[in-house]
């Protein structure tokens, strides 16, 4: 059974950077992709960044486009989500997830790690 674990949110003044991780356990395939997605209050979970198991194929929503960058290190079972300037309007929950190939959902979630950005 995977598992994902978020870490590294925080609060944080607008302007400054966090980088949440996402330890993965108890794979017993490579992923295809992994992704980061937030849900703010009142709102419907989004999609941010998305990266291959290879980390040569990296995708973002146009808000995390310039200001975000996703990585992985795959000898420590670990993605991030490098967050630079940072607005009150990327405040949320963020959840890492996984999906393999042969089903176009992600079908594995970490439990959320709360960012919050002060203005």
Known sequence: QVQ?????????QAGGPLRPSCA????????FRTGWFRQ??????????????????TMYADSAKGRFTIFRDNAKNMVYLQMNSLKPEDTAVY??????????????????TQVTVSS
């Open 4 to 12: 994902l674990v978020e870490s590294g949110g925080g609060l944080v």
């Open 95 to 112: 959840y890492c997830a996984e999906r393999t190939a042969l089903v176009v959902s992600y079908g594995y979630w970490g439990q959320g």
């Open 24 to 31: 993965a356990s108890g794979r017993t395939f490579s992923p």
């Open 40 to 57: 703010a209050p009142g709102r419907e979970r989004e999609f941010v960044a998305a990266i291959s198991w290879s980390g040569g194929v």
